[in-house]
């Protein structure tokens, strides 16, 4: 019996993933997946959606959230898994990140008006958000549908991204107060994706130490964009200073990252069931 069967890091609609969250449930589904974290960008909103249609339909779905921390060098995202979705402080602090990315919003609308000359408006950008939170990817759309840019790829590199033209910084978390959050709601912290801190393996492992220190829990070891090496790096790491392993695709569908698919942790499959019953354990 195949017993791979568990993808611990996907999106919805609610951040910046392509499909609604019934639709992502029922995709797992399809695909022989037995257990499913939704883990969007700051907002538990797809949460309630995904559990019910998870219940209905026989998947176990583990409630979760991706944290941006603010570090100095590359990028820190912390996974927060079996959270609390109606936790009262974790909700309270996003909907004031949500409050500061609208400013924010405003402010790179202004910068294309102002310095890049661009007819474009802030409800060019909330109708390809279609209602959700509005997000980079949504930028990346307008821009693409008015002509400014030939692929949302272009998008990010000249415009979007941090340091570009338009980028204008937001609001983040500490990565102490992102795992004190998770924690506080009764999850598991978990750093997203370690090679995305861009550092070389020995700085990578003493800022994953600095991080432990802090209270964090485990790192995303089997990752979808991981080298077989990787994994088995991250793997040997976690055993080493006695942490826990995750394992996910970081599906958000055909925008944001096309050759990204759900399910595909580890190569074409997804993680082992055991990765989800250890950290069960854990809690």
């Known amino acids: 019996m195949n017993d791979r069967t568990v993808d611990l ?3 919805t609609t609610a951040s910046d993933g392509d499909l609604p969250p019934a639709q992502l449930v029922e995709k797992a589904v399809a695909l ?12 538990t909103a797809a949460l309630a959606e995904a ?14 959230i991706e944290l941006s921390a603010e570090v100095t060098v590359g990028q820190c995202h912390i996974l927060g898994l079996f ?3 109606e936790n009262g402080a974790l909700n309270g602090r996003l909907r004031q990140v949500i409050e500061n990315r609208d400013l924010r919003n405003a402010r790179i609308v202004e910068r294309m008006q102002r310095e890049l000359h ?3 408006t802030l409800e060019d950008v909330e109708a390809e958000a279609g209602g959700q939170v509005v997000a980079r990817p949504h930028f990346a759309k307008a821009l693409l549908r008015k ?9 990010f590199d000249e415009y979007l991204g941090k340091g570009a033209k338009a980028y204008v910084e937001r609001d983040r978390l500490t990565p102490k107060e992102c795992i004190a959050l998770i924690h506080g709601a009764g999850g598991l912290s978990i750093l997203a994706h370690p090679t995305n801190l861009n550092r070389d393996a020995v700085e990578t492992e003493a800022e ?3 991080l432990a220190g802090l209270g964090l829990d485990g790192i995303e070891a089997r990752y979808n964009r991981h080298s077989s090496e990787e994994n088995a790096r991250y793997l040997d790491m976690a055993a080493r200073h006695k942490l826990l392993t995750s394992g996910g695709s970081d599906f958000h569908g055909l925008t944001v990252k096309p050759n990204v698919f759900l399910g595909h942790v580890e190569g074409d499959q997804p993680a082992p069931r055991q990765v989800l019953d250890h950290l069960r354990a854990a809690l």
């Open 9 to 11: 890091h996907a999106h």
């Open 32 to 43: 022989g997946l037995t257990a499913l974290a939704v883990t969007d960008h700051d907002t």
């Open 51 to 64: 559990m019910e249609t998870g219940s209905r339909l026989g998947i176990e779905i583990v409630p979760g």
């Open 83 to 85: 959270i609390d979705p």
């Open 118 to 120: 661009w007819d474009i």
């Open 147 to 155: 002509g400014y840019v030939a692929s949302m790829q272009q998008a």
């Open 208 to 210: 994953i130490l600095r």
